[in-house]
């Protein structure tokens, strides 16, 4: 069965990718899943049609038969679990993996989007100048044992899985901050991962929305 998910009918970012439906996007490219995209305004996330498939009204999500799941994370693992290319067989090794899914959400994601939140609803409070650079050097805490721990490897545990697939959207969250580039091996992991003929297939996916939306909103009156 094809699974459809859904993705903003106008994302804010104008097609860089970064909104969460990119992972999971991104996962299905990886694994050959043919897929399906509603996609939905700001008012039709919060219609209790699509509420009843993600509560906090929010995407992306993620239907398949009678399964509706929401949580980008969660997702990912669900199509990475039947799909050795995301994670591996070996039980030890999966684990890890599945670690490091963890860690790009739960240690990693939440300093770089408090940051980006700042950078987007504080700009105009007394005390941005000030809190900025102590929300920066939060994030920089955690790409330097990020840094750290890669080192000079291409993944973080051997093979490419659902762990740097998710690490790497998140690490793209920081585009344009400036502050990926004072880590020139994070910054060479995040254009590996971009580089990935499946990562470019969802990119284009998603940018092809955007394009098209705007293609329209030029013939409007
Ligand atoms: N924990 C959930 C998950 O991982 O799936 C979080 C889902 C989430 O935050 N969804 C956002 C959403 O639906 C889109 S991704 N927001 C609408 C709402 O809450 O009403 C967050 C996001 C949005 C836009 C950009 N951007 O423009 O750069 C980046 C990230």
């Keep these: 069965m094809t699974p459809t998910i859904t993705a903003f009918e106008r994302s ?24 399906d995209v509603r996609l939905v305004s700001f008012d039709d996330m919060k219609e209790p049609a699509h509420r009843a498939l ?9 239907e398949e038969g009678n399964l509706a799941l929401f949580e980008s994370g969660a997702i990912v693992f669900h199509i990475a679990e039947r799909n050795s290319s995301l994670l591996p067989n070996d039980a030890n090794a999966r684990a890890r993996a599945i670690t490091w899914m963890f860690a790009a959400l739960n240690t990693v994601e939440p ?3 408090d940051r980006e939140m700042a950078t ?23 790409l330097d044992e990020l840094s750290r721990r890669l080192g000079d490897a291409d993944w973080l545990d051997g093979a490419f899985s659902a762990g740097d697939l998710l690490m790497v959207t998140v690490l793209r969250r920081l585009n344009g901050s400036g502050l990926l580039d ?3 091996n994070l910054s060479a992991y995040v254009a590996r991962g971009e580089a990935r003929p499946a990562f470019k297939r969802a990119f284009d996916a998603q940018l092809a929305v955007f394009t098209a939306g705007s293609l329209t909103d030029k013939h409007l009156p």
């Design 120 to 142: 987007l609803v504080e700009r105009d409070k007394t005390w941005y100048e000030q809190r900025l650079p102590i929300l920066e050097d939060r994030v920089r805490g955690r």
């Design 111 to 113: 300093p770089i989007v």
């Design 12 to 35: 804010p970012d104008r097609g860089k990718g970064q909104a969460r439906d990119m992972r999971v996007h991104w996962a299905l490219e990886e694994v050959g899943q043919p897929y």
């Design 182 to 184: 004072e880590y020139p």
């Design 54 to 62: 993600h509560p906090f009204g929010q995407i992306p999500t993620y």
